[in-house]
């Protein structure tokens, strides 16, 4: 279906598709994509991608009466199942729970936005029909554990809220189970106030049908910290672009990628990471292994305001490419305003280190094993941390990726 | 059986010849050593027998165990009881020591059509033969190579010879970085795993590392060949007056 087809047909399925404010901005948008009024050039969300390939698909979405469930499993481990971007009302002591409601449209338009140019942020806002309030109470120490369901042939767009309140101790987790055929953009704006400590776990693993556009906006208050890790096995497209704003004194935010491309897949990838507040740090690592023809591009961002004094900021990419077809571009870029800052960044993208393979051949094991151990190693480090649970699911993924090398 | 015989082979590498008709014979449980001036083709030599890929082999036969040798691609090499120190070990981070070795040495029994060893065997083995090179358990819990001081890195590939087993070891200067103690310790290794049906062929600058191991030939190597092959009183030669004499 084309574009304005989309946008004609179910203009009235829109969330806020009442609110005239919103109705005028979707129209700005939309006229946006469709005279193609994108600076091309410097977009990071047009690299690999068209701005056809992203206008032309079949809207489909419907409300369900199924209604979706939270789980509460135990007085720490909650289970929030999110079917077709909704999700069931819940409230207890440690958190509340709401799909977007039509009072909630001051708060959506609110929310910060420095994705001015980003086409997929404009068709968010154009094709909105889900969100998700997520309240996590002062004090409260969870590990929640949120499945994105998406059915067969469902376009979800969705925009979602976060606030993690002073003193909360919380490893949230996104794990994606997406059907057949499905488009999955979603943006988080997420809060994390004083003193609370959030651990962000993504696992992106589904099939080469499904899409997902993932976008967070993050601002973190004073002593807090904020650590992402993004795990992208999908054999589906995946769009990661995080942005992170430092703005209380002494929080610290790190964001970690790790991606495993194969065939004509595509991942892109972005971190923006602004200081604007004294004596804190920001660590972003991005490392991918790519075989075949796959693709992927890392923009990251650094941007140290003038009085964020103190800060110490890290880039860091890191590539394996198991073939002469693949490619991973990385364009780390750091602007600094303030004087009295520690900041670095650097890039290692190449293929498997040749020396490291005769050794460990050299000692009998075979190509294929040697190859898995090396890399196996590449990305053991980002795994140190991770629960029980999340590092079987890694490592299920890794085996299947690295078994799927012998096949070539 | 002919246990390693190189007949008349001759290697390059970007074009450049290096070895240049090189031929030895070493017989079962015999220990050899080359010793050349820096550049004549002695790691070249023994990257050739592991099976290093970068190299091009122009002509010539290597004869391992009565099998060709160059048909084996590195593993094969390794797994059949080829083994070499080399003279600058690789770092790996992120690959552990102790399950890498284990599976080197499963690699090799599973060739051999051999059960293979389980972790308790195995960690018991290991500890054994580390704590007879002065290799703390501390380090065995290390990624391969990495971090480890010149020393640790040769004592470490004597501990992998020692785990292998292997009918044929080479060993490329691996005397080389060693301080006056630690060259004792390697060399009792050494003197420890050796046995009638082992042999070695030892690289070295120096004549030290012979008088430990009392090599059965010296032989002496300029521009890729051998030009010269004696007992041990050849390495106190080089050690009074250097290569010109040859
Ligand atoms: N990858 C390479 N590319 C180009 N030339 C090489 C390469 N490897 C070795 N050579 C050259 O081959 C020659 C022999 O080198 P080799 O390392 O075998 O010498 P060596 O006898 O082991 O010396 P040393 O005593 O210094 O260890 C040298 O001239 C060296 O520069
Ligand atoms: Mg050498």
Request: glycine share 4%.
């Amino acid at each position: 279906m084309t574009f304005e087809n989309n946008f004609i047909n179910h203009s009235k399925d829109y969330i806020f598709s009442a609110n005239e404010t919103l109705a005028n901005q979707r129209e700005q948008s939309f006229r946006k994509i469709l005279k193609n009024n994108y600076d091309k050039k410097n977009n990071e969300s047009l690299k690999n991608i068209t701005i056809s390939d992203l206008s032309k698909f079949d809207y489909f979405y419907k409300y369900e009466n199924k209604a979706p469930k939270v789980s509460v499993l135990d007085s720490i481990n909650y289970e929030i199942r999110v079917v077709n971007g909704m999700c069931q009302n819940f409230e207890d002591d440690n958190i509340e729970i709401r799909n977007l409601q039509n009072y909630d449209f001051n708060s959506f338009l609110d929310q910060d936005n420095n994705n001015s140019d980003d086409i997929i942020i404009d068709l968010n806002k154009i094709f909105l029909n889900s969100g998700i309030f997520f309240n996590i109470k002062n004090d409260t120490k969870l590990n929640i554990r949120l499945i994105h369901d998406t059915s067969d042939n469902f376009t979800v767009f969705q925009n979602n809220f976060i606030n993690f309140k002073k003193n909360c101790e919380i490893n949230f987790e996104d794990h994606f189970n997406l059907s057949h055929n499905t488009i999955n953009n979603i943006n988080y704006n997420t809060k994390v106030e004083e003193c609370a400590v959030v651990k962000h776990n993504i696992f992106q693993d589904f099939s080469s049908s499904n899409k997902l556009y993932l976008t967070s906006n993050t601002v973190c208050k004073k002593n807090s910290s904020y650590n992402q890790n993004t795990y992208n096995f999908s054999k589906g497209f995946v769009r990661n672009f995080h942005n992170i704003s430092l703005n209380g004194e002494f929080a610290k935010a790190s964001l970690k990628g790790c991606f495993f491309l194969k065939d004509e897949n595509i991942c892109t990838n972005k971190t923006n990471i602004v200081h604007n507040a004294e004596h804190c740090i920001s660590d972003q690592t991005y490392k991918g292994i790519l075989n075949h023809n796959s693709k992927a591009n890392y923009y990251s961002n650094t941007f140290v305001s003038e009085n964020a004094q103190k800060t110490e900021g890290y880039q860091l990419s890191k590539g394996i490419l198991l073939t002469d077809h693949c490619s991973f571009f990385s364009k780390p870029e750091l602007r600094i305003f303030a004087d009295d800052v520690k900041c670095s960044h650097g890039s290692t993208i190449g293929p498997v280190d040749e020396t490291a393979l005769y050794y460990l051949r050299s000692r009998g094991i075979n190509k294929n094993e040697a190859m898995k151990m090396i890399i196996s190693s590449f990305i053991e480090e980002d795994l140190q941390n991770l629960d029980h649970q999340a590092r079987i699911i890694i490592s299920n993924n890794l085996t299947n990726f690295l078994n799927s090398l012998s096949d070539d | 059986m002919i246990f390693l015989n190189i007949n008349n082979l001759n290697v390059s590498i970007e074009g450049k010849k290096i070895l240049n008709d090189f031929n030895i014979q070493i017989n079962e449980g015999e220990v050899h050593a080359i010793m050349g001036p820096n550049g004549c083709g002695k790691s070249t030599l023994a990257n050739v027998l592991a099976g290093n890929e970068d190299y091009e082999i122009n002509s010539g036969k290597v004869i391992f165990k009565d099998e060709d040798l160059l048909d084996l691609n590195i593993e094969e090499r390794a797994q059949k009881g080829l083994f070499l120190a080399f003279q600058y070990p690789v770092e790996i981070p992120g690959v552990n020591i102790t399950p890498f070795l284990q599976a080197s040495i499963n690699s090799k029994l599973k060739n051999e059509k051999k059960p293979e060893i389980d972790n308790i065997s195995f960690a018991k083995l290991l500890k054994k033969n580390a704590e007879e090179l002065g290799i703390s358990i501390d380090m065995l819990k290390r990624s391969i190579n990495t971090g480890f001081s010149g020393g640790e890195k040769k004592r470490y590939e004597i501990l992998q010879m020692s785990i292998l087993n292997p009918a044929l070891s080479i060993f490329d200067e691996t005397d080389s970085g060693l301080d006056v103690d630690a060259l004792r310790v390697v060399t009792e290794g050494i003197n420890r795993f050796k046995d009638s049906k082992k042999s070695f062929l030892i690289i070295t600058h120096y004549q030290k590392l012979l008088d430990y191991i009392h090599p059965n030939y010296v032989h002496v190597m300029r521009e890729g060949r051998i030009i010269k092959s004696g007992d041990i009183s050849l390495a106190a030669e080089i050690e009074k007056s250097g290569y010109q004499n040859f």
